[in-house]
């Protein structure tokens, strides 16, 4: 029976291995036999970036329960210091290092921030990260070194399918795992009922400002991956806006499901560029869609369960499924 | 050998004064009842030895291997790791968890593997994550839970929901146990069972329990000693036959009531 068990784990941890060489591979040789072009790769790095943001969000937002309104900070901290390093290293390993730096800033700035504002509820904390990511933003807008309002230009750019790949799939894989420990599970429990998990014994100050520093430690990355890529940022990049977009894509994709964050960031992306050719209406019909999706789903695409390969086949085979959170 | 000192516990809510000068000894290994009328201030007393509420002046002092600790205005979490386990009078739950995962974050506080572990699901972690699910079964086992493991908290009924609750503060490895109205909404057969349990559990963990309960057929039943709480002080203490007796008891609360029970 334990034999079993454990039988089945492997296959299942193959397979979701192969899945992830499959997605590598495919889109690895559609780039290479040029079906997908130029401008059907920036819809595809955009894709990445929302992933990473829009999961590392969801850590905070939706299995901790602490609403945040803050992310494009974070991605501007890990946006700048990337840009700033690489354009005095324009090497790999210096991108590398501001990378790395970036991530590390955000999280830097999330547990600073995070110490005084966590212990704020609801409404009331989605104010002050509103309010923080505003102060980040003015900050880049009136420093010398950032160069104010016209941003940074000329950003060597390294950041192709191959990197993307790593760093979306690596966020989603390190996310996923901490979800499933018992570290992940305490800030579930802060979601939960945050006086029973005290009682518990959990620190619930602690995890809550661990889940922010994790979250802002990927939207840094994401930010460092979006200069690398787009080779210039400026201060509007990262308004309340963008903050606003990783929410939505949160929100649509199902609060506590990782997949769903995932399938959302893939959805909206996809549904922007298809709109491009609908210069005037495109807000309007994309907002209905919005709209439309949250009426007939408003638990998000996903609610809190996760996309799972069993349940794939167990969709096919038409039987109900229950399954466990987490 | 006392476990638990309580000396002047006073707690102000404005001019309001919830608890005021309770004074509490429970000796290792009793199981003793705390009574009184709504409103008398029990559930603030259990706020206050958890670590929910500050006193606004009093000492709260744990004597566990062989030290004295003061704990009163620790926070709760401290608390527990000091080894004071509770329930709630409102089914507090992670309601939207597995009847598993409930159990297994009150074993968090003792878990030793770090986040980087976590992360990469290192081999340390997956040990451990094992034995955290062995352990948490063998909890559930003994509450007769153990076949609704991924069953969510929500979906149990009622009485299940209120042995979780027992469960998941074993689970943390307690050497005191506060339960706050356990027997809350159960019928009579379903308490007799609780009753059970709970005196089992206690030889079984050996452990302190303090219990708040209305159901006077349990407190009579399992309780070796009782405090008699109102309007915030305590007006008696002694034997469940002393205080079945005693006139201010029954002046206050009790009433008919002791005689039917």
Redesign the interface.
């Known amino acids: 029976m334990k034999k079993l068990a454990e039988t089945m784990r492997n296959t299942k941890s193959w397979s979701k291995l192969l899945l992830l060489v499959l997605t590598y591979a495919i889109i690895h040789l559609l780039i290479i036999f040029g079906i997908i072009q130029d401008f059907q790769q920036i819809t595809l790095t955009t894709i990445c970036i929302n992933i990473i943001l829009a999961v590392s969000l969801n850590l905070i937002t939706g299995f901790t329960g602490q609403f945040s309104l803050g992310h494009a900070g974070f991605m501007s901290i890990g946006a700048y210091t990337c840009a700033l390093i690489t354009m005095r290293m324009p090497t790999i390993p210096g991108f590398i290092l501001g990378l790395v730096a970036g991530a590390v800033a955000a999280a830097i700035v999330g547990i600073l921030v995070g110490l005084p504002t966590l212990r704020l509820r609801g409404d009331y904390l989605a104010i002050a990260t509103l309010g923080m990511s505003e102060i980040i933003r003015i900050v880049f807008l009136n420093l010398n070194i950032t160069n104010g309002a016209a941003g940074l230009s000329g950003i060597p750019q390294f950041v192709n399918w191959p990197w993307l790949f790593v760093f979306t799939a690596g966020t989603i894989l390190l996310i996923v795992n901490f979800l499933k420990s018992s570290h992940g599970r305490a800030c579930i429990s802060i979601r939960e009922d945050e006086i029973a998990a005290e009682a518990m014994g959990i620190n619930t100050t602690k995890y809550k400002v661990t889940a922010f520093a994790i979250g802002a430690f990927c939207a840094g990355i994401a930010g460092a991956l979006y200069a690398s890529y787009f080779f210039f940022i400026k201060p509007t990049t990262f308004n309340f806006q963008k903050s606003v977009d990783v929410l939505v894509m949160v929100v649509l994709g199902g609060m506590g499901s990782v997949s769903g964050s995932v399938l959302a960031a893939i959805l909206l992306a996809l549904i922007s560029t298809f709109l491009q050719s609908f210069s005037e209406l495109r807000m309007v019909i994309y907002s209905l869609i919005l709209i439309i999706i949250m009426i007939f789903r408003p638990q998000g695409l996903m609610g809190s369960k996760e996309l799972s390969l069993s349940m794939l086949s167990k969709l096919g085979s038409k039987f109900s499924f229950r399954k466990g959170r987490v | 050998m006392p476990i638990l000192t309580v000396k002047k516990l006073t707690k102000n809510f404005g001019g309001l004064a919830a608890v005021s000068n309770v004074s509490l000894e429970l000796e290792q290994g009793e199981l003793v009842g705390l009574i009184g009328p709504n409103g008398a201030g029990k559930t603030t007393v259990f706020n206050l030895l958890?670590g929910?509420y500050k006193p606004t002046s009093g000492t709260i002092t744990l004597h566990t291997n062989g030290t004295d600790k003061p704990i009163q205005g620790l926070?709760?979490?401290k608390v527990?790791?000091m080894g004071i386990?509770?329930t709630?009078q409102n089914i507090?739950?992670?309601?939207?968890?597995?009847v598993?995962?409930n159990v297994?974050?009150?074993?968090?506080?003792n878990?030793k593997?770090g986040?980087a572990?976590?992360?990469?699901?290192l081999p340390s972690?997956q040990k451990?994550?094992q034995e955290?699910v062995e352990r948490s079964m063998e909890l559930l086992k003994i509450m007769k839970l153990d076949h609704k493991k991924?069953?969510?908290a929500r979906n149990l009924p009622y009485g299940e929901q209120r042995h979780l609750e027992i469960a998941?503060?074993l689970?943390?490895n307690p050497s005191l146990l506060l339960l706050d109205e356990p027997a809350a909404g159960m019928n009579p057969a379903e308490t007799a069972q609780l009753t059970e349990v709970i005196s089992w559990i206690r030889n079984q963990f050996k452990l302190t329990i303090l219990l708040i309960e209305h159901d006077m057929s349990l407190v009579m039943k399992i309780c070796e000693r009782i405090y008699v709480l109102d309007y915030g002080q305590v007006i008696a203490s002694g034997t469940p036959e002393e205080v079945r007796t005693n006139k201010r008891v029954i002046e206050a609360y009790l009433g008919e009531d002791v005689n039917n029970a």
């Open positions: 958890t929910v926070k709760p979490y527990c790791e386990a509770r709630f507090r739950l992670f309601k939207d968890l597995t598993l995962d297994r974050i009150a074993m968090h506080k878990v593997y986040l572990a976590s992360f990469l699901r972690c451990e994550e955290l991924d069953e969510l998941r503060a689970a943390t």
